[in-house]
């Protein structure tokens, strides 16, 4: 198959999951939740180039732009963009030499999605180059197949995702939310974290606890039902007793500067403030740009909340924040 073009970039946005409920472990071991996803102006950038060629290849090179120490993104099969290129080639039965420029500036291991949405993006790229090559099914079971957060970023916008990431309901009318995201400086494991929510949880970690797709789902951002924009306010009322993130204590066990950093935000004056998706990264909705920009100044000079007793959280760790903003829903 020929493509269409011989090069694509796209965008690959990082998200925020405004709340995060864990429901229960399935008993095939995955994790049933609800979360209302937010992607963020803070990206990757992805570049796809393809030439023709007898066998199958992936080349990635990787630029980090302050995103974390050099190294921290692998640039071989493990990395999410290269398993995204090889599992599309694979699926639409494609024989080319791929070479994937990623710049990355969202942070590795932060609960921003920076991995998925990588992973999105390729799969968007080559959607794009090779136009009709998978079904819009086969692609979502691809993406679903990567990793429970791939399928949101196929199309990131602000949505309500349930089951491990294969439910996805748009949500309309979200305002624009000006952001604090804090980062500790210290990587968390998903596997991990979700390894010490099973410990805390014992009873809802049975291999019986949940099927496949079981329950109705309970949460969702208020809808305004006449096309407009929700208030900031009705959204965060809208979701009283739902927002909170489930992984959050298991995540603070492993990473104590989270329960610190949470502090710090709230004092800096905050409407609401959550850790996104396994963590560590935290971040405080504010009424506005200026305010979120007051309350980077007053974090940075507070200094660094890392240092645990670990020695994974030691005096190197550095405190990583930014002011972003969500993208708004049509």
Not at 44 to 51: G, H, M, N
Not at 103 to 126: M, N, Q
Not at 165 to 170: D, L, P, S
Not at 248 to 276: H, K, N, Q, T
Request: charged share 20%; proline share 8%.
């Amino acid at each position: 198959m020929e493509p269409a073009r011989p090069e694509v970039t796209v965008e690959a946005p990082a998200k925020i999951n405004l709340n995060l409920r864990v429901r229960g472990r399935r008993a095939d071991g995955y994790h049933e939740l609800e979360s209302l996803f937010l992607p963020l102006d803070l990206r990757d950038e992805v570049c796809v180039a393809v030439r023709r060629a007898g066998a199958v290849s992936v080349a990635l090179s990787i630029s980090e732009e302050g995103a974390g120490r050099p190294g921290d993104v692998p640039a071989d099969a493990s990395n999410l963009a290269h398993a995204a290129a090889a599992a599309f080639l694979a699926a639409a039965g494609v024989t080319a030499r791929l070479s994937i420029d990623l710049r990355k500036r969202i942070p590795a291991a932060a609960g921003l999605g920076g991995g998925s949405s990588d992973a999105g993006a390729v799969l968007r790229a080559l959607d794009t180059l090779y136009p009709g090559a998978l079904p819009t099914p086969e692609l979502s079971r691809v993406a679903l197949e990567l990793g429970a957060d791939v399928p949101f970023f196929l199309d990131p916008r602000p949505a309500f995702v349930s089951g491990i990431g294969e439910r996805i309901e748009a949500s309309h009318g979200v305002p624009a939310l000006s952001l604090l995201l804090c980062h500790p400086g210290e990587p968390l494991s998903t596997r991990e974290v979700f390894g010490a929510w099973d410990a805390l949880h014992p009873d809802r970690a049975a291999p019986d606890a949940l099927t496949p797709s079981s329950g109705p789902s309970t949460m969702r951002a208020p809808e305004t039902g006449d096309g407009g924009a929700i208030r900031l306010s009705d959204l965060l009322s809208g979701l009283v007793g739902e927002l909170a993130n489930d992984l959050e204590p298991a995540a603070v066990r492993l990473c104590p500067g989270i329960a610190r950093l949470r502090a710090r935000i709230e004092a800096a004056g905050a409407l609401l403030v959550g850790m996104s998706g396994s963590g560590p990264t935290m971040f405080g909705v504010f009424s506005g740009p200026q305010e979120a920009r007051k309350a980077l100044a007053a974090v940075r000079e507070s200094g660094n909340p890392g240092g645990g007793t670990s020695a994974r959280h030691n005096s190197e760790s550095r405190l990583w924040a930014r002011v972003a903003t969500t993208i708004q829903s049509p």
